[in-house]
């Protein structure tokens, strides 16, 4: 029996597709094509309107591929929100599965396929099928959220903080040093949370001061951290141990006090500048990443001149936006949402070409220099260059990528030291530097 799956959305649906994938292949052959599937699994995102756009476009494009007898399930944040409402909008799809219902998956998938594929085993994070390179992971360390902001349904799909023990993670993580890994990518809804729900206080450097204490050569990345609790316990720490690396992705979604208080947003223009004037004086190689949203209710053409300011003094290294999406449920559906599409989308172009001048001017800076510990992720077929990253940018295609010539092949995951020649908003490009 043949599977093909499609992991829709960010990566915490990544690695749950991976332990889906590790718990089915005990009885059934994952295929690279949809045509040789006899079942099809699509494990969707419903974040924003459109990432369920791409969710119901995949699963009608896929259905186009069932043969005769394939099956079809549809599993993730689409099936957990909207399950009630889409089963008879979708009869392609045999079966829309539940995030609640994972524990089960097993022998759901048993009654679809009529098959003989009782199981008693769960998923775990022990027991993935990996879609990332060899190199790199993620390890998710916790489940929902305890954050209400006004914009956000992932509460509404996801439900509460539900944190995994200290004790788990570490083993996971010692597995995957193990095998070779090289860069752990530590990720949940609100990373700096994690732990409260079990351990009654904020656990995160506790279990980074396990972590390190873990032998082998790996580098771990915190993703998702809400700015105020950003403590100078955790600044201090990744500061001091060389195993983590300085890279803030800190999300604040806005600057002016207004739009956070109505974003039910924690802290305020002033903290926010604080934290990273701190956060870069500590460590002055650190990234700071962030993202905002730009045209939520009461948003006047001033907040975003405001905003814009505030871009320029901190001068993020890696900076993403979105339009503001209503979101069904969310508090925001109360406030009033008179702001166009047009005026939106103009101000998030205001604020993108702002950070495209701030983005190329730090790249500037670093032609000329010699970069340690870059690893390579691919090869550019086009430039006849190869692709790597170093701790400067993130695995989700985000944060740009550095282009390497180099004289002699390199494999993937190989780090090598490169030298900046060039480079745009978003990309380096340098050779490989090999010391006379």
Do not use: W
């Amino acid at each position: 029996m043949n599977l093909y799956m499609v992991s829709l959305g960010c990566a915490k649906n990544q690695v749950d597709s991976e332990m889906i994938l590790g718990l089915l292949k005990k009885k059934m052959n994952i295929v690279e094509s949809v045509e040789d599937a006899d079942l099809i699994v699509v494990n969707t995102c419903a974040f924003i309107e459109p990432a369920r756009k791409e969710a119901i476009d995949t699963i009608l494009n896929l259905s186009d591929y069932k043969k005769d007898g394939a099956k079809m399930v549809v599993c993730g944040c689409l099936a957990q929100r909207y399950k009630d409402e889409i089963v008879k909008l979708l009869p392609e799809v045999d079966r829309f599965i539940t995030i609640d219902e994972y524990k089960n998956i097993a022998n759901i998938i048993n009654d679809v396929m009529k098959s003989n594929f009782k199981s008693t085993d769960n998923i775990s994070p022990l027991d993935r099928v990996y879609t990332t390179p060899s190199y790199m992971t993620y390890v998710k360390i916790s489940e929902g959220c305890l954050n209400r902001c006004a914009f956000c349904a992932i509460p509404l799909i996801r439900g509460n903080l539900v944190s995994r023990k200290i004790e788990d993670i570490v083993e996971e993580v010692k597995l995957h040093v193990s095998e070779g890994v090289y860069e752990i990518n530590l990720i949940s809804q609100d990373t700096t949370k994690y732990g409260y729900d079990i351990y009654k206080e904020l656990k995160i450097v506790d279990l980074l001061k396990e972590l390190v204490k873990i032998d082998g050569d790996f580098k771990i990345r915190l993703l998702y951290l809400y700015p105020d609790i950003v403590t100078d316990e955790l600044i201090n720490f990744i500061k001091d141990n060389p195993k983590v690396m300085p890279y803030f992705d800190i999300p604040i979604q806005h600057s002016e006090d207004k739009i956070l208080k109505a974003m039910k947003r924690r802290g305020n223009r002033e903290y926010l500048l604080n934290l990273f004037n701190k956060i870069k004086t500590l460590i002055p190689n650190a990234i700071l990443r962030t993202t905002f949203i730009v045209g939520f209710p009461y948003e006047e053409e001033e907040d975003i001149d405001s905003l814009i300011d505030f871009v320029k003094e901190v001068e993020f290294d890696r900076l993403g936006a979105f339009t503001f999406s209503l979101e069904e449920g969310t508090k925001a559906c109360e406030y009033p949402n008179v702001i166009s599409e047009d005026t939106k989308q103009l101000r998030y172009e205001k604020l993108m070409n702002t950070q495209m001048e701030i983005s190329l001017n730090k790249n500037k800076s670093l032609i000329g220099k010699v970069l340690d510990d870059v690893f390579i992720i691919g090869y550019d077929e086009e430039s006849y260059m190869y692709v790597g990253r170093s701790y400067a940018y993130a695995p989700d295609e985000i944060d740009g990528c550095i282009y390497i010539a180099a004289k002699n092949e390199l494999k993937l995951g190989q780090r090598v030291k490169v030298k900046v020649l060039d480079c745009d908003e978003y990309t380096l490009t340098g050779e490989e530097y090999v010391l006379k």
